[in-house]
């Protein structure tokens, strides 16, 4: 398998990147989003991370296998040096180290910017994405129960923290 980690395209990886994402949508509690996202509105949200920040995408043999992007952890102005980051990969494709090498781009990348502060947020148990986020050094820092409610079951939601 040939793999190649490159900046999304908001037009042109739309639609993977809402298949990607639209499986764990309507079949997993890892993100409390309850309808599929449109290829509109997956266009608008690839453009709005890039205006400031990175969103990639991993491609094996010419197909987009999995997805990373680091967008504003909040709004206000003293948070400027903070952000969230999120990886989806395709479930097919689990395991075979996509999001290690998507997060290794992405936390380069924000290393070259002025990000200081990095945050990942796992909703429900998911030992995958907890050992992930360890391999690279997040530390847990807070554990919230029951935040959201999917599939009749109510969700906790764990923080994982680096300092760049």
């Known amino acids: ?18 298949a990607i994402y639209n499986h764990y949508v309507a079949e997993t509690v890892v993100t409390f989003e309850e309808d599929p996202v449109s290829l509109d509105d997956m266009r608008r949200r ?29 709004a206000r102005a003293a948070y400027r040096f903070a952000v969230e980051v999120s990886v989806y990969v395709d479930p097919t494709r689990c395991g075979e180290g996509i999001g290690k090498q998507l997060y290794t781009a992405l936390l ?3 290393r070259e910017t002025r990000t200081h502060s990095v945050v990942g947020g796992i909703a429900g148990v998911n030992p995958a994405s907890v050992g992930l986020h360890e391999s690279f050094g997040f530390r847990k820092v807070a554990h919230l129960p029951e935040m959201g409610h999917k599939f009749g079951q109510w969700i906790d939601v764990a923080y994982f923290h680096l300092l760049l």
């Open 46 to 74: 690839v453009e709005e991370v890039q205006q400031h920040l990175f969103w990639l995408v991993c491609e094996a043999d010419g197909e987009v296998v999995g997805y990373a992007y680091a967008g504003k952890w909040k």
């Open 108 to 110: 380069n990348q924000l």
């Open 1 to 18: 398998m040939t793999t190649t980690v490159r900046a999304a395209q908001a037009a042109g990886d739309a639609a993977r990147l809402c």
